[in-house]
């Protein structure tokens, strides 16, 4: 089956995929005439209806990775076209960088390099002072994959009280894995030392912390976020920042990426960024790579998908 590979792929994903299909790499000057795709392997690149409609014989779009807001969903589907993803290939890489963001936002380690790069005269010093994650309590924006993951170790390394905000998950699912349910996102937010959002970017989530939000949470708390930048809205975070309201923020993801190096949140003392980074482990890119290659075999030996989005 013809498949154009649209974004870089893990060398030996890519190996797999050659022995296996018809492969147009993103490198390739052929990939410059869509027109000839019956499958695609997107990251990033979008899928949008003026490209769909550029590949006539196109027949499924393999998403390497989970968010699918690059791909024209209701058009693709209008289309008859497969739409997967590979939902369990990054869990455990975007989880643990939660806990890594976690630990690095509470103890100030980036800040703490930063004072060594520029020289210091004593040790310990007061500005550097962190907090510990023991005993303390986790807030956890939506209850997926990622999140129950984020729970779990979060519990399991430093007996940390879990508390969801997840309108789909039922209050005997988190009970069931040792969380509790909490029916209004504000008290998540006021009484958690720590939230993370793990939850996709949809009208309802777009902007779902804001001013208001930020304003209600303790003074002492880190804001994490792995899912997608439009959730936060990065204007009020940077002003709480600014102003102490929070104790810190780490963001994987942004408004617009690659994040520009003028951007004001990169000013903040208080603030960690990486670009984007929750999934990129060769452990994780080589399943998700592979992962995706597996759905083009199975729609090629009429199989169904083992994770269909449309
Ligand atoms: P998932 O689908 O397993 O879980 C998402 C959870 O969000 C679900 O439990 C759902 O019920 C919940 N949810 C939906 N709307 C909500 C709302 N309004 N409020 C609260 N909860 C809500 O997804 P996942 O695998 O856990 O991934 C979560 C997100 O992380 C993805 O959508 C993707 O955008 C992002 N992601 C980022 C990276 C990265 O590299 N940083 C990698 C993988 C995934």
Sequence with gaps: MKTFIFDPIESSALRYAMDRLDVVAWSDKEIEDYSKAEAVIVRTFKMTKEVIDKMPNLKIIAKHGVGVDNIDLDYANSKGIRVTNTPQANMHSVSELVIGLALNSARKISLSQKLLDKGISKN????????????????????????????????????????????YASEMQCSEEGFIKQDCLDDVLKESDIVSISVPLTIDTENLIAAR?????????????????????????YHALRNGEIFG????????EPISKDHP?????????????????????IRMGTGAVDEI??????????????
């Design 124 to 167: 310990s010093p007061v500005e550097l002072a962190g907090f510990e994650l023991q005993e303390k309590t986790i807030g956890l924006i939506g209850l997926g994959r990622i999140g129950t993951l984020v729970g779990h170790k979060l519990k399991a390394a430093f007996n940390m009280n879990v508390l969801v905000y997840d309108p």
């Design 213 to 237: 939000e930020l304003s209600i949470m303790k003074k002492n708390a880190i804001l994490i976020n792995t899912s997608r930048g439009k959730i936060i809205n990065e204007q009020d975070l």
């Design 249 to 256: 923020a780490a963001l994987d993801v942004f408004a617009e």
């Design 265 to 285: 949140l990169l000013t903040c003392d208080n603030f960690i960024g990486t670009p984007h980074n929750g999934a990129n482990t060769v452990d994780s890119l």
């Design 297 to 310: 075999v199975r729609l090629l030996n009429h199989e169904g998908a083992s994770s269909r989005i449309s």
